[in-house]
């Protein structure tokens, strides 16, 4: 057995030299450290010097994606991405001015320093990333970095009833669909293009400079069906019309994060984009607009930067 030395009483005084040495020490310790800095306060510190100077963050975002980006009936922007961004922005010490800008515009809008980062439902891809073709080649112009911040699915939407049984991507063979350019679902569409020719059933797209306009060919029936990431083809078959004008069809294929753009050369932006958004997250806050718009399935974990497969 061993025995461990008995501890001194807990009243019993120090000899005064000792205590006048201890005291000594605490008056160097307190004299030579400051206080630790709040969470806050780093995150504050992590932002750019000009953009504190500044005190406003420009977002690029494309308000036509309800209920991820819109304007609501005071033509003010609304959605997921405006709740995120001002919350964020809160985070970061900065007032978010939003640019409303046509999505296929946003990134070369980016890199040409019309804004600071572009937010609106942007999925990060490797070839927006690299800036490469649709051939995956260099397309010579510069691509950005991401702060994924949302995980979302493609989702078909047809007219309700889905009146030509379209399921799958193969269905669409033979047909017409509607997309937005410049989307991932532009993507998609344009490799399911070379499916077709190959089963020798030619698909014609339709590509549109917004989604509504997408969606108002799927409801004439001039398409067939269209794409949407889930959360939107989700609202759109609830919300228009009383639910009576489009539904889901299928599964959702190729899920993506969306990333909040960043010109590659601002890497302390865009840290502090990420500090901040795990602020949010840490906070519940994130949970709480997510939950607001109904698209908590799409929650992350944590901010991830380039993490887009």
Known sequence: MHHHPRPPHPRRALPAGAALTAAGALLLTGCGSAAPKSAADQIH????????AAKVLRIGSDLNYPPVDFRNADGKPDGLDPDLANALGAVLGLRVEIVDTPFDKLIPGLNGRQFDVAMSAISDTPQRRDALTDEGKP??????DFVDYFIAGTSIIVQKGNPKGIRTLDDICGRTVAVQRGTTQDEIIGRQVAACARQGKPLQVHRFDSDGQALAEVASGAAVAGFNDYPVAAYAAKTTDGGNRFEVTGAQSQSSPYGIAVNKG?????DAVAKGLDQLIRSGEYDKILAKWNVSAG????????GGL
Do not use: F, H, M, W
């Not at 601002?266 to 865009?270: A, C, G, M």
């Not at 929650?299 to 380039?306: H, L, M, P, R, T």
């Open 299 to 306: 929650a992350a974990q944590a901010a991830a930067i380039n």
């Open 45 to 52: 510190e992590a932002v750019p010097s000009a953009l504190r």
């Open 139 to 144: 397309s010579g112009q510069p691509g950005v």
């Open 266 to 270: 601002d890497t302390e932006l865009r």
